[in-house]
């Protein structure tokens, strides 16, 4: 069956070297899986070293592109970049304005495009351009994707402060609009790449090392197209822009030098490189959780099967059927045993040579010299990682969702847990089912590098399938507490994991 690839509108340029403008975008959207479709804003003469021309389409025309497109089917999401004229600019907010109304499902990343970053003379927009862009297009757009000199044009706020000053500076547009802001870094002259992606709230760095490469052009629109690409496949902003960072890291390192000056990135793909994955960074993280060190290893032989249970009856009842891998998980606030009830799951596990988990419990977890605690990413803004560690336990992370797997990755954690898959009944999920898709990636980009588990939804039709994916071990909670008779199920779960690679002939 083929799969139909989510369409995306690109609003700009054509670069006649193709490095950059509508051409990137093309090649990019490509790469991830999507269909992208252009109206084009003007047509330029340039190559790799200079912008020898830049001449804009009618308003007609413009127009014209817009309403052929939208007769036909609208777009998973829009990327507005390159918009040479003030008449543009105003005819594209329009027309912005009327898909807000109509499709407001539809994401809207605008990339304020000026200039080339070619040698020579790269301007690409007329000047008085830029005052207008912010004044007609912030209200409609979802991100903004400013460059530091893009973003001080734009606003007249010096992007060599702190990131908090910046953020506060900010806020008369944040009143006006709810659009985030993504402040690109890659113009900076640190050892780091830094893009912050702003909000009324909060502020979010990505974080990469700068690379020592030549091949640059294109880099913005890129990393534009690249973000517009996730959003389309359904990915929320934090996922979409962790990917869209990993995937300029790889496109960067994979550049081609075409022409005499910078030659256009690579397109490697969809972002499955553990190297490229950005460490997430926030001025309000817990200072507890940078431990710089990694924490215990697990027994990767004792992983497979992993009953989460919550009394430490069903806790002897699971080791009993042999799994080597368990966890405690009380959600009963009001349980006065519960230091009494950790201390017999520790027991437990020593007496059947299993590695088991105290879920939330960290200091208790600690006291009682547990094998280890699983934590959950609102867990990681209050626990003290450095004790955790510091007394030996493993460690254990919820994620779900790139975001969360580069914020626990940078922790380096005993595994990583990946939820969930499935829909389930067992907890409230604030996210969507993963699926198996998904899951196969995470596998892929964590392989070797961090045991991973699978979570959520997993039942015993659905165990081998998931466990084909290339996950170490697979949690499940109901598939055993509901099943009839739970100690046969638990034995035929474990059997079905364990033999997930044998091909019947
Ligand atoms: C193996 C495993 N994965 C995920 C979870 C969920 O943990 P958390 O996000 O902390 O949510 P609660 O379990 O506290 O509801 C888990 N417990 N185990
Ligand atoms: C406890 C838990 N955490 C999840 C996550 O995605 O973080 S899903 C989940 C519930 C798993 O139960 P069941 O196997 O019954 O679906």
Redesign the pocket.
Known sequence: MTIKPPVIWCVGGSDSSAHAGLQADLRTGQDLGCHVQTIVTCITAQNSKEVQSVEAVSLAMFNRQWQALLDDVPPNAIKVSLLPTIELVKACAHWLRKMKADFPQVSIVFDPVMAASSELGNRLQSTSVGVCLLQNLLAQVDVITPNLMEFETLTGVSGEQSIEKIHRQLAAYFALSPSRWLLKGGHGVSDQSTDWLLDVNSMVGFVSPRLSVSNTRGTGCTLSTALVSFMAHGYDLLDAMTMAKAYITGALKTGVQIGKGAGPLGRPGWPLQIDNLPEIVSPNMNAQTSTNLPFAKMDLNKMGL?P?VDSVEWLALVLKQGVKIA?L?I?DPHDVDLESHIQQAIALGIEHDAQV?I??YWQLAIECGAYGV??????LDVADLVQIQAAGLRL?I?THGYYEIARAQSIQPS?I?L?HIFPTQT?DMPSQPQGLTRLAHYATLLKGVVPT?A??GISAERLTAVAQTGVD?V?LVTAITRAENPESATRSLKASFECRNEVWL
């Open positions: 992993y989460v966890q998980r959600k988990f879920n939330d699983h934590l959950g990413q609102e867990d254990g919820s595994y847990a939820g907890k588990v979570i959520g071990s949690a």
